[in-house]
């Protein structure tokens, strides 16, 4: 999965979505989409492509609205396609969605046997078929929701339109997302930089939270239905979200390394760290973040003289004696993931 932007305002939202996806173009992606309420109804537009194709196609065939969600994917589960691509959609309801539904098997096979038709290959749309369900039977919006996320294993973060409901709904768990209050509505995405521009002020979702916001503002909710009362943090516009005078995110990346690096010890206190009383580090990730790991295993070794190791996220848990012979306190573990959201490396930690 990849990224997720959502928005409700006094005005057309098309082109703001287009634009805050195209803050999330920094993380690789195959296809991307929009979902808007065009006159109570949801419309719809995909493209397996680049966030350009979208914006042409919105070009050539504009969707008018005031409220609506946006995503770029990285494929998981189903390849690089237009009926892969998100904002999936059932009866009334379309969804975008950030992590991984575990047991998306077995509910798709548990909704194919009360007569629903599925369209992708992703588990992502299980999700717009429950909630359509809940919604049939009764529930409201919000109850529809929070009763679909407890049906759900894995991690997800979701943004979610309703016919019929001019809020826009967002729940997670175990993935990132971001809500956002601004002048005449409110705002909501997987990375709080794609927000930059728009948020006056902002708030992270906690695991089992849901939002719902309106032009009038944001309210959340706990698990069990309850209100929960949060300020909103000042945002910051911030540079990073752009790539300036560099020809690529990644060129601008490259640069900015020695500054970022700078930033991350800073926030995270390792001058705090007594390094007197660590006999080795382990480095636990996967994918591009192992390679970055492994070399950064490589330079403690050789300049810091410290024993360093990388062990893949997905087995950190079950390899025996992850840990010094000294004990777990004389060992310092780091865990490494570009998105923030791999699961393996999450569960690790």
């Not at 609506?68 to 189903?78: E, P, Q, V, Y």
């Not at 020809?247 to 926030?267: G, I, N, T, V, W």
Request: proline share 4%; glycine share 12%; with cysteine.
């Amino acid at each position: 999965m990849c990224g997720i932007y959502g928005m409700v305002n006094g005005h057309p939202v098309a082109r703001d979505l287009v634009r805050g996806l195209g803050r999330l173009e920094y993380r690789g992606y195959d296809s991307a989409g929009v979902a808007l309420m065009t006159e109570g109804r949801i419309a719809r537009r995909r493209v397996a492509g680049r966030v350009a194709g979208l914006d042409e196609s919105l070009d050539a065939m504009p969707l008018p609205g005031s409220l609506g969600i946006a995503h770029t994917r990285w494929a998981t589960h189903g390849g690089p396609s237009e009926d892969n691509a998100h904002p999936h959609v059932a009866g009334r309801v379309a969804v975008v969605h950030n992590g991984i539904v575990e047991n998306h098997a077995a509910l798709r096979r548990e909704l194919e046997g009360r007569g629903r038709v599925f369209h992708s290959e992703t588990d992502s749309e299980v999700i717009a078929h429950l909630l359509d369900e809940a919604l049939g039977a009764g529930s409201s919006p919000r109850e529809a929701l929070q009763g679909t996320c407890e049906r759900l294993d894995g991690s997800f973060a979701l943004g979610v339109l309703i016919e019929g409901h001019e809020r826009l709904l967002a729940a997670r768990r175990g993935s990132p997302l971001v809500v956002g209050a601004m002048h005449g509505g409110a705002v909501l995405a997987s990375d709080a930089l794609a927000l930059a521009d728009d948020a006056e002020g902002l708030l992270a979702l906690e695991d089992g939270e849901v939002a719902e916001l309106g032009r009038g503002g944001i309210e959340v909710f706990d698990a069990d239905g309850l209100r929960v009362d949060r300020e909103l943090a000042p945002m910051e516009a911030d540079e990073v979200a752009e790539r300036g005078d560099f020809d690529s995110f990644m060129a601008k990346e490259m640069h900015e390394q020695p500054e970022a690096l700078r930033r991350a010890l800073a926030h995270l206190g390792c001058r705090g760290i007594r390094w007197d009383a660590v006999d080795e580090v382990v480095f636990a990730s996967c994918g591009t973040s192992r390679y970055a790991s492994e070399v950064g295993a490589a330079w403690l070794r050789e300049l810091a003289g410290l024993p360093a190791r990388v062990v893949i996220a997905s087995e950190f848990r079950y390899a025996p004696g992850p840990w010094s012979a000294a004990g777990p306190g004389r060992t310092l573990a780091v865990f490494v993931s570009q998105s923030g959201e791999t699961a393996d490396t999450l569960a690790a930690l």
